[in-house]
């Protein structure tokens, strides 16, 4: 047990007795831990396996390479259709940790081999981004805001998209559009 780490598991209201075990489970397999994006992480010669993590409705075993492994037991979730590599296993509660333990184990322990054989993800390659018209319209008309979002990374011209399309009415796309183009100008990302 890494003692930078027991922070998570002490704040932990809703999902606390859970997440202990999941740590017990993942320790139990001869993971490291480490804190990672705030949460605990467990690598195998520094490579990430697996990751604790909490959210209202669930706590969860997140496998960075989750999409790589058998899934027999059907188990693993694709948390949205945008996450190509990684895959969770979801609980609601201790009963279901104790119970499935065992395939649990044999999850990271696959986790741990495929990270071994240095497999990888065959990302998708994102085919041409289809921008609301409103966008279109605006870097139609002006160049620079153009120049500027061509100049962005690939995940943050994506997430502007995602945010831009995501609207119903044209009027709160354009108003999303609106607010962002001076992050844009600035070169950042809708997060930075």
Not at 51 to 69: D, M, R, S, V
Not at 98 to 120: M, R, S
Not at 162 to 181: D, H, M, N, V, W
């Amino acid at each position: 047990m890494n003692p930078s780490v027991n922070f998570f598991f002490i704040k932990s209201k809703q999902w606390q007795r859970e997440t202990e075990r999941m740590r017990e489970i993942v320790l139990a397999c001869g993971l490291n831990e480490e804190l990672k994006w705030g949460c605990p992480c467990y690598t195998n010669q520094k490579a990430n396996i697996v990751l604790i993590h909490e959210f209202k409705e669930y706590c969860a075993l997140l496998f960075f390479k989750g999409a790589l492994l058998s899934n027999d037991h059907g188990l693993l979730i694709q948390q949205t259709e945008n996450v190509q590599s990684a895959r969770q296993i979801r609980f609601t509660n201790l009963q279901q940790i104790i119970y499935q333990e065992a395939i649990i184990k044999a999850c990271i322990f696959e986790a741990i081999e495929v990270e071994k054989a240095g497999l990888k993800v065959a990302f998708k390659k994102s085919t041409e981004i289809v921008y609301p018209a409103e966008f279109e319209a605006v870097i139609a008309e002006n160049p620079e805001i153009k120049t500027a979002f061509i100049a962005l990374t690939p995940g943050r011209q994506k997430a502007y998209n995602l945010y831009f399309s995501a609207p119903k009415q044209a009027k709160t796309r354009e108003a999303r559009i609106e607010k962002c183009i001076p992050l844009i100008m600035e070169g950042k990302g809708l997060d930075d």
